[in-house]
């Protein structure tokens, strides 16, 4: 195959990433918990209740685009 079929084309300049973007990571630090004495300040009950909410988005979010993904498929069949 001839790879200049194949050749990857971006429709906006950040898409993919660029060899001459400067990209730093950035370090964020949560001090609204309290410190243990390993130093670490990470709260299970917090992460925990993130991770449930974050779930619970995923499905509505997941249910919402299969219920348009339906009525899209209903229309075009229909």
């Known amino acids: 195959m001839d790879k200049k079929q194949f050749k990857l084309i971006t429709t906006h300049p950040k898409?993919?990433?660029?060899p001459d973007q400067n990209l730093e990571p950035r370090i964020t630090s949560n001090?609204?918990?309290s410190l243990?004495?390993?130093?670490?300040?990470v709260?299970?009950?917090i992460e925990m209740v993130d991770q449930a909410t974050?779930?619970?988005y995923y499905q509505a979010l997941t249910?919402?685009?299969?219920?348009?993904?339906k009525m899209l498929n209903y229309?075009?069949?229909h």
């Not at 898409?15 to 660029?18: A, K, S, T, V």
């Not at 249910?63 to 993904?69: F, V």
């Open 43 to 45: 709260d299970l009950d």
């Open 31 to 33: 001090n609204q918990t």
């Open 36 to 41: 243990k004495e390993n130093g670490n300040n």
């Open 75 to 77: 229309v075009t069949t």
């Open 63 to 69: 249910a919402q685009m299969n219920g348009r993904l």
């Open 15 to 18: 898409h993919l990433g660029r």
């Open 54 to 56: 974050n779930g619970l």
